[in-house]
Each structure stands twice: as structure tokens, then as C-alpha cells.
């Protein structure tokens, strides 16, 4: 009997949305015992794929083969019914249960809690993931928890996983670690679907790998075979011009934002606390903070932001005290700061572009007269940052919940670094990003540096902050490193920064 050639094979997948056509007759087909990767740019047509693969979506024309075999998948349950299961860049889990909860929430309940709990242990220390099946969500970092999804998924027994983005959270020890577990999987014969912008990790782990440029399936290439800058030429298309720093010679100026001694609670019951937070910024420096999320990186932006006001004498800017200053009178003095959540904290998703131009903007760009606004300034501003910055969207009246994350990202970068900043924050600036669009928000973050302003990039990339940073420290656990030269930087080192290991001056080493 001869058994058919691929496990999965998409033939003509086509879906469009009005006005967008997301995905063209595209083709995939993956084999038993592979790890896959699917690259395109942002709003290539990923996202749609897998999720009519995995039945959240589905097709409007074309055919999904299983075992050589047509099938319809019309819903999640039963995508994983055929043995299909997915880890979503975005963890579906309940802070207030344990592990063990959450994993048997996630599958068929005919089993006692205790039996499933014996699973999760068992299945854990088998692939190397380990967890305790007893302990909370909330007491858990956050490559544990996607321990807890990806447990969840090899309870199901699938043939096929795909995995979105799946080290965007995880410390470079921790990827090497995922790293053996997929691998080990993958030899076991499963099918592995793997998205990553990571280009370096796709060369290291991933056999094939399938391209999206504007929904159309354009190539197929061996990974190893390709650079990193190969694969996103033929992602993007064309090729593209890579962030460059100047000499620093004459470039470093004054203090402008300077933390000393923060200290603050978490208004979340799940948060991370701040602990004596110290470090300063210069003119025209780029200091580059890295760390695993949930480690007070959300606490600090709160802070900085003026979202939670601080006792006096821990903030400043330019020799300002702005702990008791709101957002706007922060904006005033020369502030922008850019959160990780797009929607709903960078921007409003029901709103237009241009609307959402006016929500930080209309201070510096006199957007609002006589308590009128201005809406063919806010349009035009708008559609001066969808030209800038290449965003991918039918006009300043486009909706932001109608852009990919990738293409929002960067309308909410050059949103906030066009209002020529004195000290700009970013939170994961290019999170989700393709590397063409990487490197122009790498590039307009330097030349904004350039002119003298004070940079803050808070970012779990570390090759990012290799590439942008004067210096880099770490935050872990609500308490922030020392902060060293980016020539005495070294993955492995900032790696273990990001892990905890490090002495603040005036602790005990």
C-alpha cells in the first residue's frame, strides 16, 4: 500500500477581505517528521493561512488534503480532531488556576483532574518542559507558560503542530531549549508549522521553508542554504538598506531622562513590583533595555508614561521632576513613549488612522484650534506617516484594526517619532515586524537619537538591541541590571541578565 506523500497539503488557497485579497491560490504542503517554516512580510498572508488551517477562518475557494485525503475543517475542535493543534503567539490561559487546570480546560474532559495533572508530568519532563502540574499561573515566568501550551498541545497527540512566533517571549537559553524539544518531535515524526521573523533561528532549526509576498506563494527555499538577508529579499521582494550608526565621537550630550531609586507596586494582583529602578540617558544616547516579559517592563512604561504618578525625586527630564505629571503635561515637555500593546494603548482600533494620529499628536502639531479639530491636518499627517513608513493601508481613513499588527506597528512608530521627541521609549518597537520594516524603524530610531534625543528600547530581540544600542542592561523581576557597553556584549551574557544574574551597586554580591 503506498502511503500518501504529505500529511498536509493546501491546494489553491484563496480568502479575501473587502478590499484585501489575503490569500491567491496559495500552495503548502508539509511532510511527517519536518519543521516547516512560513515567511512572508508583514501582511503577506500568514496569518490568514493557519488560520484556515486551523479552522478560525475559512476558504473561499481551493481544497485542504489530510493524509492525501480532502477534508473540511470548519472549526478549531475539529482541527484538532484530525490532530491538528496550534501554540498562538498570544497565551489562552487563567492566572488564578494551575497548570494542571488550565491544560485540562484546554482538552476533553472526560478525565479526572488528577489523571490529566499525572500527564502533565509526565509529558513535561519526557519532552523537557518541565512544570509542576500543582502550581498557579501566576506564580510561573513567562517561558513556562508557554510550557503549559505547548503540553497542552502534545496531550492531543497531534501529527501536525504549528507554532506562531514561538521564542518572542523566551530568553536565548530558553529558545535553545525549545529549540532540543522540537527537534526531538520532529524526529518522533511529527509535523512542525513554524512562524518566526527570527531569520537566524529559522537557518538553525527549520528544513524548508514556504514564502508569502502579498498572498501569493512566490518560493521555496532550504534555510541553511540561504543568509539571513537572502531569505528576506525573497520575502520582501527587493533588497533593503540595514540600520547604520554613526560615530559616537562628539555625538553624547546631557543627561535628559534620568530614573533614581523607583520603586513602585503593581496596580495588577499578577504584576511585578519596581525595585530601586536606577538609569540615565543622554542626548543622542540609545540605551537598550532586555528581558523576558512580565518582569516589570509593563510597571516601568507606566510609570515613565505618567499612567501611575511617582513620589518625588525618581524621574526627571531635562532636570524637570515629572513624577507628578500626567501624560499630556509629559507630551508637553518632550516625551513620547510607545507601549508593546497596538491596540488599545498605541492606538484606538475602531478609530481611523488619522484619528488615531490626533490622539498623541494634536499638541505638537496643532492639530485641535478653538477646541475644533482639524481633520484635513490629522489626514494629512496621517497620510505623511503611511508614506514614510511604508504602511501597508487604503488611506488615512482606513481603520487600525484593518492592518496587520506588523504594518500598525509601524503607523504608531512614525506616529510618535514625528513629533521630533527629546526623550522617545519604545516597549518591543518592532515585535511582530518583517525585517525590511525592522530595519527602517531600526534607522528612523537612530537618525531620532541623532538629533540629540534620549532613547529608551525596552525589547526581548536581542539582536535588535545588539544592532541599535551605546549600552544595554536588563530587567528582571522588577529590578534593572547595570547597564554595560555594547562592545562588551555578548548574547550569552545578556541572556543571563535577562535570568536574574547580576549585582545592583550596594547589594551584597
Not at 540609545?286 to 525618581?314: F, H
Request: aromatic share 4%; glycine share 12%.
Amino acid at each position: 500500500m503506498n502511503l500518501p506523500p504529505y500529511r498536509l497539503a493546501l491546494k489553491g488557497i484563496t480568502k479575501s477581505f473587502p478590499g484585501v485579497l489575503a490569500n491567491d491560490a496559495v500552495d503548502l504542503a508539509l511532510q511527517a517528521g519536518e519543521i516547516h517554516a512560513l515567511l512572508g512580510e508583514n501582511g503577506a498572508g500568514k496569518s490568514t493561512l493557519v488560520k484556515i488551517l486551523y479552522g478560525v477562518l475559512q476558504a473561499d475557494a481551493g481544497e485542504i488534503l489530510w493524509h492525501g485525503s480532502p477534508v473540511e475543517i470548519g472549526s478549531p475542535a475539529a482541527a484538532r480532531k484530525l490532530g491538528i493543534a496550534m501554540v498562538f503567539q498570544h497565551f489562552s490561559l487563567f492566572e488564578t488556576l494551575t497548570v494542571a487546570e488550565n491544560v485540562w480546560l484546554g482538552i476533553d474532559k472526560t478525565e479526572p483532574l488528577a489523571v490529566v495533572a499525572g500527564k502533565v508530568r509526565e509529558t513535561s519532563e519526557r519532552y523537557g518542559l518541565p512544570l509542576d502540574p500543582n502550581r498557579h499561573v501566576h506564580e510561573l515566568s513567562v517561558g513556562e507558560r508557554q510550557r503549559i501550551e505547548i503540553v497542552r498541545c502534545l496531550l492531543q497527540n497531534p501529527e501536525l503542530l504549528v507554532m506562531d512566533e514561538p521564542t518572542s517571549v523566551l530568553t536565548p537559553q530558553e529558545a535553545d531549549r525549545l529549540f532540543e524539544t522540537l527537534r526531538r518531535l520532529a524526529a518522533e515524526g511529527m509535523t512542525i508549522l513554524y512562524i518566526s521573523h527570527k531569520l537566524d533561528e529559522i537557518r538553525a532549526l527549520c528544513g524548508k521553508a514556504t514564502i508569502l509576498r502579498g498572498g501569493k506563494r512566490v518560493a521555496e527555499a532550504v534555510p541553511a542554504e540561504e543568509s539571513s538577508r537572502s531569505l528576506a529579499r525573497l520575502m520582501i521582494g527587493q533588497d533593503f538598506a540595514e540600520a547604520e550608526r554613526k560615530p559616537d565621537e562628539g555625538r553624547i550630550g546631557a543627561k535628559r531622562l534620568t530614573v533614581g531609586g523607583l520603586t513602585i507596586a503593581s496596580t495588577s494582583p499578577f504584576g511585578t513590583p519596581l525595585d530601586k529602578v536606577s538609569f540615565e540617558i543622554r542626548g543622542g544616547e540609545i540605551l537598550g533595555m532586555a528581558g523576558v516579559a512580565g518582569n516589570g517592563q509593563a510597571e516601568l512604561i507606566s510609570a515613565l508614561i505618567g499612567e501611575e504618578k511617582v513620589p518625588v525625586g525618581m524621574l526627571a527630564l531635562d532636570g524637570t521632576d515629572i513624577g507628578d505629571k500626567g501624560p499630556a503635561e509629559r507630551r508637553s515637555l518632550g516625551l513620547a513613549v510607545v507601549p508593546e500593546e497596538r491596540q488599545g494603548r498605541s492606538a484606538v482600533p475602531e478609530l481611523t488612522l488619522a484619528e488615531n494620529a490626533l490622539l498623541t499628536g494634536h499638541q505638537r502639531f496643532s492639530l485641535v484650534r478653538h477646541g475644533l479639530v482639524q481633520a484635513a491636518d490629522a489626514a494629512r499627517r496621517a497620510g505623511e506617516i503611511i508614506s514614510r513608513f511604508a504602511v501597508k493601508a487604503n488611506g488615512p481613513q482606513a481603520e487600525a484594526r484593518g492592518l496587520s499588527g506588523g504594518n500598525l506597528q509601524k503607523f504608531i512608530i512614525g506616529r510618535e517619532i514625528g513629533q521630533a521627541p527629546g526623550v522617545f521609549v519604545a516597549s518591543a518597537p518592532t515585535w511582530g515586524v518583517d525585517a525590511g520594516a525592522a530595519a527602517a524603524i531600526h534607522q528612523a530610531i537612530i537618525d531620532l537619537a541623532a538629533t540629540g534625543a534620549a532613547v529608551l528600547i525596552i525589547s526581548q530581540d536581542l539582536d535588535e538591541l545588539m544592532v541599535m544600542s551605546d549600552r544595554i542592561c536588563a530587567i528582571c523581576a522588577g529590578r534593572v541590571s547595570p547597564a554595560i557597553d555594547r562592545a562588551e556584549a555578548t548574547t550569552e551574557r545578556i541572556g543571563l541578565m535577562m535570568g536574574g544574574s547580576f549585582t545592583v551597586a550596594g547589594e551584597a554580591a
